[in-house]
């Protein structure tokens, strides 16, 4: 948990106690080497690197991210091996930019259809390293990913691209689904989905060494048989949605937003000058309203505009007075972040540096 | 409406057609010329200079904005009339930035009490120019803002803190709910209310000159009475919420994403490559899901993650193959403006210019 909010902070800012943050990224490396899953960490939660270089200290193989305009800030900074999950449609300025990318870093791309593996293809056809390719597998979420039995289309039309085929991947983004015991199950999806799915490459002659899963909600969970690399993301901070989910307690927030308290209109509701803008407006069925207010865990956010939170109080709570500094953590760390230029890191309540969100809006 | 996408575009981007752009600018124009009230619109859904240049060549008294950082970056585009149109609580940082803001342009600022005003004033005590005050009035909102009755001496304590006390103003932000025919309702509230607490402050013995109201779904139904100044924001762009509102029609959109289609798991469902990170993830019980898409008015984003819009067609339509461009419009544009560094400017669908979202994340 934050310990404190710098005094004379300007609100609202995002901010992180690095003590935390760095307990949290301890946690996971611990369970990674426990269970004996490499970790490739999302960097799309923090897009910001001196919180990749304390995953990669800790032991982290490469980083995972969702745009080449992520990768490209990365390899920027020095890192070396990432993978973009993400089925990327490589045409016209993209093609050139993985192709750009294939020459300086170990790079790994997902295909989740022959056309789109074959595009991949051609875009880095010629590049001096191989490119690496995991088949994306659908293990029960429905967003993207084929059937693990059609991973074997998917990974032939790669190889014969000339990408270097090493396994499967999948979200089992259902983790975040139908109330909080769906993360156990998740996690079973995703074993089953992925061992069926590498069975289906190596079946057509290819190799299936990288079985890659899921997410924060059940790094903790899954029966690690066949799965040999996870790529949570939301663990380095958490927020609301993991308190909810279970998968984390408030002990173990490491961002939140700081808020001043700008009016209170009312007995039971004050409103703080943390908006959409700055937390997002991301709801899950789990959390009740647009975020959790550590000092005030029965409040609730009930309504949210783009600088504005409404708290409503259970009755009997005392309405912190103008002025009041006050923590939200958000529903959904990963929205936020990118909704800030800078982190503002602290240690005891001391703010001890500041860290840009680098890869912000980096979406293409 | 967008014309067509530009050729080649990197997705996923947000683009707008300057020509649906410039002319929702003039019908606003000539709405208020001939309603007899004055546009100070709102800057928070374009944050981009040249947007703003338009709305004062066509007339535009001033601009309002929502935040210190946001007034900041008008100002140093020349623009010289800002309404900081929220409750600020102006403490340490804030309280210089307010004070050197003051000597620059002619500032005006809102509070809902007294505490608050006083703080304003003891911001900019000294500048060389009066700094403009408007009580905020809850015209039925029930976000920030005092009861009508109440103006009077929030009013007060504005006038003895040194502040140039000019009027009210209210957002009744509650013709965005309760359906579409809220509109109306809330248009009626608004006349009321400011009408009311205008009166509240002339019996007090102080100025109510400046009677500032709503908003892009009720600037065309006050009955403008009273009302003397308006302030939308989204009428530039409009988006899904307000074509579900009525407020415009599709062919008003002068602003969508730009999307590619990256998957196609199954024969009445696709992937776009628009996820939270573009669109935002406002929802409202008008919009069906998280975008209108002009080509497919019946299709439905059912679901949104932060990379990935995932739609669902209407039995018999027929999906567009992997690599195509659509659009989409976004629930809130204000939402997905903030999340982009530039809007790509189009003209037929040409590439004419990319304007930088300026103030981008002044949050604070």
């Known amino acids: 948990m934050i310990s404190r909010l710098p005094e004379g902070l300007t609100t609202p800012a995002l901010v992180v106690d690095v003590d935390v943050l760095e307990g949290n990224i301890a946690?996971?490396?611990?369970?990674?080497?426990?269970?004996?899953?490499?970790?490739?960490?999302?960097?799309?939660?923090?897009?910001?690197?001196?919180?990749?270089?304390?995953?990669?200290?800790?032991?982290?193989?490469?980083?995972?991210?969702?745009?080449?305009?992520?990768?490209?800030?990365?390899?920027?900074?020095?890192?070396?091996?990432?993978?973009?999950?993400?089925?990327?449609?490589a045409d016209g300025d993209k093609a050139r930019r993985l192709r750009r990318l294939a020459e300086t870093v170990s790079l790994r791309l997902t295909a989740d259809s022959a056309d789109g593996a074959r595009q991949l293809g051609a875009a880095v056809r010629g590049a001096d390293r191989p490119v690496e390719l995991l088949v994306e597998i659908d293990s029960g979420h429905h967003r993207t990913g084929v059937a693990p039995v059609d991973a074997a289309a998917v990974g032939k039309a790669a190889a014969d691209a000339g990408l270097d085929v090493r396994g499967v991947f999948t979200f089992p983004g259902h983790g975040y689904g139908y109330g909080p015991q769906a993360r156990a199950q998740a996690a079973r999806d995703e074993e089953r989905a992925l061992t069926e799915a590498a069975e289906a490459l190596r079946a057509a002659g290819l190799a299936a060494d990288v079985i890659s899963g899921g997410s924060t909600p059940t790094a903790a969970l899954a029966d690690q048989g066949a799965v040999n690399e996870l790529r949570p993301g939301v663990y380095v901070f958490n927020d609301a949605t993991q308190i909810a989910l279970g998968s984390c307690t408030p002990d173990d927030l490491a961002l939140v937003a700081a808020a001043t308290v700008v009016s209170t209109p009312a007995p039971d509701r004050f409103v703080l000058d943390t908006g959409s803008k700055v937390l997002g407006t991301d709801v899950t069925p789990w959390v009740t309203g647009h975020g959790y207010l550590p000092d005030f865990p029965?409040?609730?956010?009930?309504?949210?505009?783009?600088?504005?939170?409404?708290?409503?109080?259970?009755?009997?709570?005392?309405?912190?007075?103008?002025?009041?500094?006050?923590?939200?953590?958000?529903?959904?760390?990963?929205?936020?972040?990118?909704?800030?230029?800078?982190?503002?890191?602290?240690?005891?309540?001391?703010?001890?540096?500041?860290?840009a969100v680098a890869a912000r809006g980096a979406n293409a």
């Not at 269970?35 to 799309?44: D, E």
């Not at 409404?310 to 009997?316: A, I, K, N, Q, S």
């Open 27 to 89: 946690r996971m490396a611990e369970a990674g080497r426990g269970g004996g899953f490499a970790l490739r960490p999302h960097a799309k939660t923090h897009k910001c690197p001196p919180i990749a270089e304390r995953q990669r200290a800790a032991g982290a193989v490469g980083l995972t991210v969702a745009t080449i305009g992520e990768a490209e800030v990365f390899a920027g900074q020095g890192f070396t091996d990432l993978f973009i999950a993400y089925p990327l449609w």
């Open 298 to 355: 029965d409040a609730s956010i009930t309504a949210l505009s783009e600088h504005h939170a409404t708290v409503v109080l259970p009755e009997g709570t005392k309405t912190p007075p103008l002025g009041s500094r006050i923590a939200v953590a958000p529903n959904h760390v990963c929205s936020a972040v990118n909704l800030v230029d800078e982190l503002v890191i602290t240690r005891q309540g001391e703010i001890v540096d500041r860290w």
